[in-house]
């Protein structure tokens, strides 16, 4: 999966619209202390799927919309867009927006999506909000002494068959269903002799 742009508004610390454009090559950001670089990786990790204010250093999801400061106002939403190539090579974009008290939703390739689809479009590009190729501030001691299940986590992520886990877990679903309509049907079946 490449990104190549990065649009954000109302995000966090990017009350106004903003754009970041990831060049081929190596691309820094820099900028003092608390001037938002933190934040630019939680929005990808945001709009990939993140649900956990933990990792967003939010107390709560709709932390993430810009809170105001003393000269303004804060935002009613939060959107990024991510723009860049899946692992096949198509063009994909890829849009989350929260609003106070209506929760998230999600577009890719301008089509209105469930938050599975989402984390299923990520998980198929070997990518995703838990990828190891997104590095945060403390991160690495993290992974030295990550769990034997938590390394098996990265290295299936890595070999881009977390998204299998995904489907096996929809298959299991969709069996246990059908099994239980199945012992219905031979119920009611029993009833009719
Ligand atoms: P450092 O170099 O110290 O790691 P940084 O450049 O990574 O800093 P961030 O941690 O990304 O900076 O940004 C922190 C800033 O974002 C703080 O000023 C904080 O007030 C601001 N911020 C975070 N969430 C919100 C929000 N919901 N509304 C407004 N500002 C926010």
């Not at 190549?4 to 090559?25: I, N, T």
């Not at 096949?88 to 106070?100: A, H, P």
């Not at 690495?140 to 886990?165: F, N, S, Y």
Request: aromatic share 4%; proline share 4%; with cysteine.
């Amino acid at each position: 999966m490449e990104i190549h742009r990065l649009k954000l508004s109302g995000f966090k610390s990017f009350v106004e619209p903003a754009e970041l454009r990831v060049e081929p090559g190596l691309t820094g950001v820099v900028g003092p202390n608390g001037c938002g670089k933190s934040n630019l990786l939680e929005a990808i990790r945001w709009v990939m799927g993140e649900n956990s204010p933990k990792s967003m250093r939010s107390g709560g999801m709709e932390d993430v919309i810009f809170a105001g400061t003393q000269s303004r106002p804060p935002r009613d939403f939060a959107e990024v867009v991510l723009h860049g190539r899946d692992a096949e090579g198509e063009e994909l974009s890829v849009t989350r927006r929260i609003e106070r008290g209506a929760g998230s939703a999600y577009r890719v390739n301008g089509r209105d999506v469930r938050a599975k689809d989402v984390a299923l479009t990520f998980a198929d590009a070997a990518t995703g909000a838990h990828s190891p190729a997104l590095v945060s501030q403390g991160k690495i001691a993290q992974v030295i002494a990550a769990k034997p299940t938590e390394r098996r986590a990265m290295l299936e992520e890595a070999a881009g068959i977390a998204g299998l886990h995904v489907r096996r877990k929809d298959a299991e679903g969709k069996l246990r269903q059908t099994e239980a309509n199945l012992a219905r049907l031979e119920d009611l079946m029993a009833g009719l002799d």
